[in-house]
Nanobody, 121 residues
Framework: QVQLVESGGGLVQPGGSLRLSCAASGSTAGLDKMGWYREIGGNQRRLVAS?????????NYHDSAKGRFTLSTDNAKNTIYLQMNSLKPEDTGVYYC?????????????WGQGTQVTVSS
């Protein structure tokens, strides 16, 4: 089992910045991918950014996050970060940390409890 704990959410004005953190614990060896998703309603979550550790490593961003958000990793701490700059009201939502072990199944797909980000003046 893998436990994910997010932190860093909060209220920020448009144009401001926030840094989210996600610390993984438990059976973290061999995790293949970690990333951030935002709840978009109807119990659905949309990818914001993810990093695949295999195949030389690759970071992927949703178009809305490109140029504003940066995902970074600290492998020694089993932690990933999401630096969010130039925040917009439409970035508001609950952000969930996700970790995956391949092959992906419901048993190898892990979620954190979520952290609220509110962008408002």
């Amino acid at each position: 089992q893998v436990q994910l704990v997010e932190s860093g959410g909060g209220l920020v004005q448009p144009g401001g910045s926030l840094r989210l953190s996600c610390a993984a614990s438990g059976s973290t060896a061999g995790l293949d991918k970690m990333g951030w998703y935002r709840e978009i309603g109807g119990n659905q979550r949309r990818l914001v950014a993810s990093h695949t550790f295999t195949s030389g490593g690759h970071t992927n961003y949703h178009d809305s996050a490109k140029g504003r958000f940066t995902l970074s990793t600290d492998n020694a701490k089993n932690t990933i970060y999401l630096q969010m700059n130039s925040l917009k009201p439409e970035d508001t939502g609950v952000y969930y940390c996700n970790a995956q072990r391949f092959p992906l199944t419901t048993m190898t797909n892990y979620w954190g409890q979520g952290t609220q980000v509110t962008v408002s003046s």
